[in-house]
Every structure is written in structure tokens, then in C-alpha cells.
């Protein structure tokens, strides 16, 4: 969909497509414009080019027009909306930006679908009249024009059969009051701004020259599209045990499962499994990616396929498909969805080499490409090539998705899509999606703006981003912004701290603070955020050169004792358990585009809010998260944090409560407020705003 809409309207400026060829013989009313009698363009939800943006069921989507008018004559603008299953609403916009000509309002769209909306712009008669007649009664100008002006508007609103008896009545009397002999300027001006009058006419207004904007709609996905709390573990390594004779054991999906109950006791609802398929023989890489694997070790999952199959089947180490289902099963009654790794590549043994070699990228020796990144060579990995066999290569991509929903799955991590082509993936969702409107994507894609913003346009639901990498204040204030307010019509991030292929240098050297810090800022800043396994244990060590972790689980099974670290303090569980308590009790965080920067006089102290408004709360009560963070996890900060208290509606100045909801810490604050926040205590304070009784 395009960000700026042609507008139409029912006058004699007629819309039209294309500029034509002026011509003197036209005259205003033969002429087409591109623009109606009000000029209206889109700004928001849109999306790029003809994509369509998105929401998700309960968030609570900004419509923002531009509109005006010549003149001086006062406007108006709805938006209309018609749900997936029929029902009309109409919503006035506010002027929130009048400088900008900009309008807005909030809308929570609560039902999953395609939803219609068009925005309608209109001369408010009423309000024009209101405007004038305050000035010139007072003024003593115009009086009895301006109160018969009046009158005949107030008249026109009561013959409307759309208002109730009563309230025609009173329009009928102010009416009749306007037009008395013995009304003096007092009296008339009394009328002009009565309340009641205002609220009719503000809620049914007196409309002229309509411009209606072109149809528009937004896709509505299931709350899970948008929300969720996500925790990647290798199945391998749960279970994984050593015999008395050193040879090492895989973990299975029975024994994975062992560990749902501890994940979602955390508060994690999605669990991420990396590719189960069977692994590769040939070229397999060995312990932190040495190109020969000694014995026993069990290769990259992401070196898809072997003789025991491939993409649609399980490694044997790890059961069968029934005992894949089972898991998920188990999965479900702990209330978490299991998500798998889609990852389109081969080994080069998988039974795709030899049955479909057209699929790949022969060389001119004969030989088959390996997966690149220069000047990294995956010698474990075939990448495939969609230009050879588009249509038989993404007939088989969708038999192996439809297979692994029939097993239960409803949510697919995408390894790599910037490598495989954009107008595949739009094809592959929007054929997935009208088949299983339930399933999600999320794209790996740690890519240019313009690949990865292209990727979220053309269907995935949740993007990683460039979050992990975005350490500083002024990185993230800016990042956060970006992701919340400009790119929000479109792309979701998921805000991970971690993944197998990223230990950043901010957690490699920021010891045990910066652990706490990145998983707080995720949790809070988006509502949807992950950890891989192991954060929690402030795993920090890297292999030389590389930013990944050393003895890496790609490529190796990990034995962790998760209940002795706990219980001996070693572990950020109970803190991530805190986080996504947080998390469930406050709406305000499970909202995006509700992000607002705020400011502090140090460079390492990020201060944000999110707000959300008592009319989106299941309690009709507004709900308000200050979050201050020390991002500096080397040192003790003291500082004053400065607030746009208007942002949830307290006058600057004012004061208000907050309590600490990590530490239980209650003060009382205004717009302008000291902290100190020790990286080796508490560096971050989440904030709850407690409403006045």
C-alpha cells in the first residue's frame, strides 16, 4: 500500500490518476486533480509500496492523516473501519499536530482478519461557526448575523433522525434562544460554548464537502505475532550425558522435554528449537568449527541432511516424529508453542543433492557452490538456488511447512532469508497464511535496513534486529524510536540478547551487569524479546577472534546443571522470571509503538516510558512503565532524569508515585528526578506510575 492515498470527493473536483496535459479550454470543474476539495494523505498504517501493513489482536494502532483545508474554515477527520467480520466504526481524529496539519487517534484492533478503513475529511460547519461567533460576539461584530448563522445550524442538526429526542430538544431551544429579540451578547455567547451543545456536535458533527480517502486495510494477526517472550535451546544438550566409556550421548525429545516446566516457570512462552533434522556427514564441522569432526561430535544442525533424511524428518538421535509431537504436546501444557528453525540449505548429502540437483549452484569445474559469506566458507553447507527451478524448488519449500504444521507447529524462525529471494517469501507466507492464518515467521536477518524493512513488508511477522549491536544511550534512544514509531506499520522486532552465532563484545567484557542490563532494556522496550540458553548462566567466554561464544553448541552438546547454578546464585533466572512477571501484569509493555525517549543529564543513563491508556486495559485503568537504565555496566551512576510527565498525563510539575517493581522501592517524583544506579546492584529501574485514588 502507498504511504500517500489519492483522495475523492462527491464536489466537481474530480479525482483522477495520473496528472493530465493542462489545457486552457479546461475550466476548475472539468479538470481532474489528484487531490479532493480537503486534501488527505496517509501517513499512518502504511506500509511500502502495495504491501499491507499489520497489527496484532489487542495492539493499539495510531491512524495519522494529514489534512487541510484554504481558508480559515475549521476541519474534521474519521476514520472508518469495517472488521474482518463486518462491523463499522467511525473514530475522530484529533488535531495533534497543527502546525503539521497532522491528526490522529488510537484505535485497538481486536479481531483477527483484514480489516477496511478509509479516513473521511469535512468542513465542520458547527465548529467554524463556534470559532467565528466566540470572536465577533465578543467583539460586538456581527451579533445578530452570527447568532442567526447559529440558529440555522443548530436547526439543521435536529432535523438530523440519527440524534435522540432529547437531544433535539435542546438543539431546537438554543436555537430558538439565538433568535429571542432580548438575547443579549452575554446570553449568546453562554450558547456559543455550552458543553453539551459542543459534545453533540463534536460526536455527530455538521459535515460539508467530504473528501473520502481510497479505501485502505490492514492485516490483524494473532496476539502471539506480536507479543511473546522467547527462549532458543539445543534439544541435544537436554539430556545429554557421558558414559563410563566417554562416549558422549544425545539428548532426545524426552528428555528436552524434562526442561519445559523450568522455561516456563521463567516466563517464557514460545520455545525456539534450532534445526532437528538429521545432520550432515560429509564435511561435517568439529568442536568451534574446525573443518574435521573427530568422532562422536554431532556437526551443525544447520548442515541439513543426510542418508537418514532431510527437512522432513527428525534426527534419529533425537526420536521420531511421534515423539516430536509428544514433545510439543508437552510443550502446549506448560502454555508454550514450540517454534523450529526454518533453514533452506543443504549438506552436501542430503538426498536434495542427488534427486534435485538443479536446485543448487554448479560451478564450472562441475563441483556444487558451498554457502559463503567472504571471507567465510561453509564447507558443510550447499545454499540453494531459486532461479533454476523457481516453481518445483517452492512447491517442495511449502510440502515441507505444511508437514511440520500437521505436527503441531505454528511458528517458524527463518535462518538467513536475505539470501533466498523476496518475492519467494511473499509468495510462500501469503500462500501459508490463507491456508494456516495462525502461523508465524520470524526472519533472521541481520541485513541492510533496506533487505530486512523488505522482508517484514512482504510478510514476516517478527524481525530480528539490529538491537544486538545498540549499546550506548544515544544507539538505543535512536534504534528504539525507529523500530516503535517508523517502521512499527510494518516490521515487528524481536529484541533477542543472545544467539548461538552472537556473544557481542558488550557482553564479552560488561561481566555479569551487562547480562542484566541487555535483558532488561529487551524485556521492557518491545513485547517481544528472546534468550538463547545459557545467558542466564553468563556465558561470556568467546572463541578467539569470532564474536560467539567458545565451545560453542552449534557444533558441540552443552552440559548445564541449571537447578545447582540456581540454587548456588550463579544464575539470572530468578531475574528473567521477574522481568516476565513484569511483563504479564502491565499491558503498557506488551504495546510497540508506545516507546517515548525521555532524558538525563549523563550519557549512560537511557530513559524511556510506555503508556497505554485506561479505554485499552482489560481494568479501565491507565497503566504507566518508567524504565532508567545505567548502560554502562563498568561503573555507579548518579545523575537527574528530566520526564515529559505529559506523555501519560501529568501536568509538568506535578507530582506522582512510582514503585521500583524489581527491588519494591517507593518514591515520589516529578519531571525532574536524582538516581543512582550501581551496574553491581540494580542498574536499571523499572518503574510503575501509581494512579492517584
Known amino acids: 500500500m502507498a504511504s500517500t492515498e489519492k483522495s475523492v470527493t462527491s464536489s466537481s473536483w474530480r479525482s483522477a490518476t495520473a496528472l493530465p496535459i493542462r489545457s486552457v479550454e479546461q475550466s476548475p470543474s472539468n479538470f481532474p486533480t489528484l487531490v479532493g476539495r480537503i486534501p488527505t494523505s496517509v501517513l499512518h498504517p502504511s506500509a511500502p509500496g502495495r504491501y499491507r501493513p499489520k497489527a496484532f489482536v489487542g495492539e493499539v494502532v495510531p491512524f495519522v492523516v494529514t489534512a487541510f483545508r484554504d481558508g480559515h474554515d475549521v476541519i474534521g477527520v474519521h476514520v472508518r473501519l469495517i472488521s474482518p467480520s463486518g462491523d463499522i466504526s467511525l473514530h475522530r481524529l484529533e488535531h495533534t499536530a497543527p502546525g503539521l496539519d497532522r491528526w490522529s487517534c488510537d484505535v485497538e484492533l481486536s479481531e483477527p482478519g483484514v480489516w477496511r478503513f478509509h479516513f473521511e475529511s469535512f468542513t465542520d460547519d458547527f465548529a467554524t461557526w463556534r470559532h467565528a461567533a466566540a470572536l465577533k460576539i465578543a467583539a460586538g461584530v456581527d451579533t445578530a ?131 532437528i533434522h538429521p545432520i550432515g556427514h560429509l564435511n561435517r564441522k568439529g568442536k568451534n568449527n574446525t573443518l574435521t569432526a573427530a568422532p562422536g561430535e554431532p556437526g551443525s544442525p544447520w548442515a541439513i541432511g543426510s542418508a537418514d533424511g532431510g527437512h522432513d524428518s527428525v534426527h534419529p538421535d533425537l526420536g521420531t516424529l511421534a515423539d516430536f509431537r509428544n514433545f510439543v504436546s508437552a510443550a502446549n501444557d506448560c502454555g508454550i508453542e514450540v517454534a523450529l528453525d526454518l533453514a533452506l540449505q543443504a549438506a552436501p548429502d542430503h538426498p536434495w543433492v542427488t534427486s534435485h540437483p538443479e536446485w543448487f549452484t554448479t560451478l564450472p569445474d562441475g563441483t556444487i557452490a558451498f554457502a559463503e559469506n567472504p571471507p567465510k566458507k561453509y564447507q558443510d553447507i550447499y545454499p540453494l538456488n531459486f532461479d533454476n527451478d523457481p516453481e518445483g524448488l517452492s512447491a517442495e519449500v511449502l510440502r515441507v511447512v505444511r508437514l511440520w504444521i500437521s505436527q503441531g507447529v505454528h511458528i517458524f ?66 534504534f528504539l524510536g525507529e523500530v516503535s514509531h517508523e517502521t512499527a506499520d510494518f516490521m515487528r522486532p524481536n529484541l533477542f540478547v543472545n544467539t548461538p552465532d552472537i556473544l557481542t563484545e558488550y557482553l564479552q567484557f560488561g561481566g555479569r551487569p551487562s547480562f542484566k542490563i541487555r535483558a532488561a532494556i529487551a524485556a521492557t522496550a518491545a513485547p517481544s524479546f528472546g534468550v538463547y540458553a545459557g545467558f542466564e548462566l553468563f556465558e561470556s567466554v568467546a572463541r578467539p577472534g569470532a564474536e560467539e561464544n567458545i565451545d560453542n553448541e552449534k557444533y558441540q552438546y552443552k552440559f548445564r546443571n541449571w537447578e545447582e547454578e540456581e540454587a548456588s546464585g550463579n544464575s539470572l533466572a530468578p531475574y528473567l522470571r521477574r522481568l516476565n512477571q513484569i511483563r504479564a501484569e502491565h499491558p503498557a509493555l506488551r504495546q510497540l509503538r508506545n516507546f517515548s525517549a525521555h532524558w538525563s543529564d549523563d550519557d549512560a543513563i537511557l530513559v524511556y516510558s510506555k503508556h497505554i491508556d485506561g479505554a485499552f486495559t482489560d481494568d479501565g485503568r491507565s497503566d504507566t512503565i518508567i524504565v532508567v537504565a545505567n548502560v554502562d555496566p563498568h561503573s555507579a551512576r548518579q545523575t537527574t532524569v528530566h520526564l515529559d510527565t505529559r506523555v501519560w498525563g501529568v501536568t509538568p510539575g506535578a507530582s506522582f508515585s512510582v514503585q521500583d ?33
Do not use: C
Open 661 to 693: 517493581l524489581v527491588t519494591g522501592g517507593e518514591w515520589s517524583w516529578s519531571d525532574h528526578n536524582f538516581v543512582r544506579l550501581d551496574a553491581f546492584s540494580e542498574p536499571v529501574h523499572i518503574l510503575h506510575v501509581k494512579e492517584n485514588s
Open 145 to 275: 448575523l452570527m447568532r442567526e448563522s447559529g440558529a440555522l445550524l443548530l436547526l439543521r442538526a435536529a432535523a438530523e433522525g440519527t440524534r435522540s429526542a432529547e437531544e433535539r430538544k435542546i438543539l431546537k431551544s438554543a436555537a430558538s434562544s439565538l433568535r429571542a429579540a432580548d438575547i443579549d451578547d452575554e446570553a449568546a455567547l453562554a450558547i456559543v460554548g455550552d458543553p453539551q451543545i459542543a459534545s453533540f456536535l463534536q460526536a455527530r458533527p455538521l459535515q460539508s464537502l467530504t473528501t473520502f480517502t481510497e479505501r485502505s486495510t490492514i492485516t490483524v494477526e494473532r496476539t502471539r505475532a506480536g507479543v511473546g517472550a522467547w527462549y532458543e535451546f539445543f534439544p541435544r544438550s537436554e539430556g545429554a550425558f557421558v558414559d563410563s566409556d566417554g562416549i558422549v550421548h544425545s539428548g532426545t525429545f524426552a528428555t528436552a522435554a524434562l526442561r519445559l516446566p523450568a522455561v516456563s516457570d521463567m516466563g517464557f512462552n514460545v520455545v525456539y528449537l534450532p534445526p
Open 413 to 478: 524462525r527463518v535462518d538467513n532469508p536475505h539470501t533466498k529471494p523476496l518475492q519467494f517469501w511473499e509468495w510462500l507466507i501469503a500462500r501459508v497464511n490463507e491456508e494456516f492464518p495462525e502461523v508465524i515467521f520470524l526472519a533472521e536477518a541481520f541485513s541492510r535496513p533496506a533487505v530486512m524493512q523488505g522482508l517484514a513488508a512482504a510478510g514476516f511477522q517478527q524481525s530480528y534486529s539490529y538491537f544486538t549491536w545498540r549499546n550506548t544511550k544515544q544507539e538505543l534512544e535512536e
